[in-house]
């Protein structure tokens, strides 16, 4: 077995294992609290509270305050992760910095159990923070590929962390949506959205719960580097070392600028796409779709994203990491295309089908292509953090553009064009990477 450059032994199954069971941990954040249980609590509580009172109280609409959530959250990780990242990689010590986020994210999912429209900041402080943990979390879980699986096996052991985390969260998902279809089964009282407010807290306990598994096998800290005195000047330090060598890599400066482009609007589409549908699509007899039909949809998604992950592992090995990447973004301006015409329910099923068989593959791509790309090196945290921080500004980007299109047209089929755009931009910057890094002579 090959051995990293901080001494991991790479390949080992269980240390693999292992690291895929943080994506079956946290993937329940994404898949309840993002994308299906608490959206649609979310939707119902402001519409309850009344939007024009919400308006007139808060200044924004409702869709627009929590994409606005959603952005401060990421720019939040954008600022503070780079700096413990270089911290990390000096003091070798990913796995503590990994546990404070995943235990961050997952009380702040606790604390929403708590929401009120009354006490909207208090709860959107949630929304962030829960955000934050998550998002921060995984700059630390990415940074421990090139570490513990040899480059030949990155896109296989990327995509088997990603079907993992689809996986697990579709398990818990279904046991949330019989807690708030069934409550009476559960002995939960139906009153006061409390069926809803319980899968917040069952996230929380899965989260954390299920992070025990990677956390007991994970590398420990691997020791301080000699010569340092000031640890947070180091973090800068190292990361200034990182950008200056991709300033120097043709390649991967090139993929990192694509990726940041078509990355906002997978973002856009994976947080956002319920309030959309919730408020643009009917069922036969004219009303807006129902909780039940968008569960179903959501479920389609991760199902599908499972099988996308592992097609798209296959395609790699036939077109290329890039030429991959690139086809997903065209299916991606496709599907963006249907997006915008469609109307009803049994539309939407099929749009769910084509997101969920591209998404899972362009997110398990993209990051073990940068892993790919990357140099030999100990500081894996300080180069991901490079990653991580395009992943969380065109986040913030993205899910900020989509507010805005919203708050200033009043017409969410207008933020579809926005997304889009990203994905055309995204699909063009691709093109221009070289498939050989290119070595750029420093400049006197």
């Known amino acids: 077995m090959e051995q990293s450059a901080s001494g991991i032994v790479k390949g080992d199954r269980k240390v693999i294992r292992a690291w895929s069971m943080y994506d079956w941990a946290n993937s329940s954040y994404s898949l309840t609290i993002t994308s299906a249980v608490f959206p649609m609590f979310y939707v119902a509580v402001t519409a309850d ?7 007139e109280q808060y200044g924004v ?28 990689d000096h003091r070798g010590n990913k ?49 421990y590929l090139p570490e513990i699986a040899e480059r030949k096996d990155h896109d296989r052991i990327s995509a ?16 949330n949506l019989l807690m708030v279809m069934k409550p009476g089964w559960f002995g939960i009282p139906d009153r006061d959205g409390l069926p809803a407010r319980l899968t ?26 000699p010569g340092k005195k000031h ?15 991709l300033t120097g890599m043709q390649r991967l400066r090139r993929y990192l600028m694509a990726f940041f482009v078509f990355n906002m609007g997978i973002q856009t589409v994976m947080y956002l796409a ?4 919730k408020q643009e699509i009917k069922q036969a007899d004219g009303s807006a779709i129902s909780d039940e039909s968008l569960i179903i949809s959501v479920l389609i998604i991760q199902l599908v994203a499972a099988l996308g992950a592992l097609t798209f592992v296959q395609l790699s090995k036939r077109l290329g990491n890039l030429r991959a990447l690139l086809l997903g973004c065209l299916i991606w301006v496709g599907v963006c295309a249907m997006a915008w015409s469609i109307h009803w329910t049994y539309q939407f099923y099929i749009l769910a089908a084509l997101v969920g068989s591209v998404m899972g593959g362009c997110q398990a791509l993209s990051r073990s292509t940068y892993a790919k790309f990357l140099p030999a090196t100990k500081d894996t945290a300080s180069f991901f953090s490079f990653y991580d921080v395009s992943y969380y500004v065109g986040t913030v980007l993205g899910t900020a553009a989509y507010g805005l299109v919203y708050q200033f047209t009043g017409d969410l089929r207008n933020t579809i064009i926005a997304i889009g755009s990203f994905f055309v931009l995204g699909a063009f910057l691709l093109w221009r990477v070289p498939k050989e890094e290119v070595p750029i002579p420093a400049t006197a």
Not at 61 to 81: N, Q, R
Not at 165 to 175: A, M, P, Q
Request: proline share 3%.
């Open 274 to 277: 319920v309030n959309f549908a």
């Open 160 to 175: 088997r962390g990603y079907t993992m985390g689809y996986i697990g969260s579709v398990i818990l998902l279904i046991i």
């Open 200 to 225: 917040f807290l069952s996230v929380a306990v899965w989260w954390a719960g299920w992070a025990q598994w990677p956390f007991s096998r994970l590398p420990g800290p691997s020791g301080q580097k």
């Open 95 to 143: 796995l503590s910095y990994l546990k404070f986020f995943c235990y961050l994210g997952a009380a702040s999912c606790a604390g929403l159990f708590f929401f009120s429209v009354e006490h909207i900041w208090l709860s959107m402080a949630c929304i962030v923070l829960a955000c934050a943990g998550f998002s921060g979390s995984l700059v630390f879980y990415d940074a």
């Open 231 to 245: 640890v947070i000047w180091s973090g800068y330090q190292e990361l200034r070392k990182v950008w200056v060598q």
């Open 49 to 55: 509270f009344g939007e024009a009172r919400f308006l």
């Open 61 to 88: 609409p409702s869709a627009s305050l929590y994409s606005y959530a959603l952005s401060a959250g990421f720019l939040l990780v954008a600022m503070i992760v780079p700096l413990l990242s270089g911290i990390a």
